[in-house]
Antibody, heavy 121, light 107 residues
């Protein structure tokens, strides 16, 4: 079955960097676009960014553009989120999700369990 | 960016009630809308995609409708396991945006 397992979260000081990983299994990872989402404590869901199935393109939310970078290693079935210049407002649970093509659109149909990133203020 | 406005933000209901949540988009998104259910401490779960298509394994009491700018999620007979927060998301364009969520609580 499809499994996505995030790791790498923790407490990091403002201005520092952190890299999250998302290990994928149970599907052909190299065939799927992948997203990162986040959810601040007690708040709603926020899209962070996306990477195309082959890594040829990415897009980001304005709130993280220029600070965060999404990459993938299709040989290792792993997605990454490199987070630089971290701020208190980046504190959130970060989720990776697979994008499935459905009825002409593309929808995040499987999500990982999330990993918590805390940036103290 | 496309803004999504959900209503209500909170609703209190009883087991067996029919529940409807509305999601309005700031501009037309055709049928590129998904609904998710999220329980505390858990990842969101895809319920409905393309505005009205039930994801595999989701109970038939869930349904979605709408296109363009107005969408609804309906639970025909609320069950104990349905008490959760529901989010809509537009997938018409980037950035992918969400509604603010609707928390369904026990009356």
């Amino acid at each position: 079955q499809v499994q996505l397992v995030e790791s790498g979260g923790g407490v990091v000081q403002p201005g520092r960097s952190l890299r999250l990983s998302c290990a994928a299994s149970g599907f052909t990872f190299r065939s799927y676009g992948m997203h990162w989402f986040r959810q601040a404590p007690g708040k709603g869901l926020e899209w962070v960014g996306v990477i195309w199935f082959d890594g040829s393109n990415e897009d980001y939310a304005d709130s993280v553009r220029g600070r965060f970078t999404i990459s993938r290693d299709n040989s290792k079935n792993t997605l990454y989120l490199q987070m630089n210049s971290l701020r208190a407002e980046d504190t959130a649970v970060y989720y990776c999700a697979r994008e499935e093509g459905l009825l002409g659109g593309s929808y995040p149909d499987h999500w990982g369990q999330g990993t918590l990133v805390t940036v103290p203020s | 960016d496309i803004q999504l406005t959900q209503s209500p933000s909170f609703l209190s209901a009883s087991v067996g009630d029919r529940v409807t949540v509305t999601c309005r988009a700031s501009q037309g998104i055709a049928s590129y809308l998904a609904w998710y259910q999220q329980k505390p401490g858990k990842a969101p779960k895809l319920l409905i995609y393309a505005a009205s298509t039930l994801q595999s394994g989701v109970p038939l009491r869930f349904s979605g409708s709408g296109s363009g700018t107005e969408f609804t999620l309906t639970i025909s007979s609320l069950q104990p396991e349905d008490f959760a927060t529901y989010y809509c998301q537009q997938l018409n364009s980037y950035p992918r945006t969400f509604g603010q969520g609707t928390k369904v609580d026990i009356k």
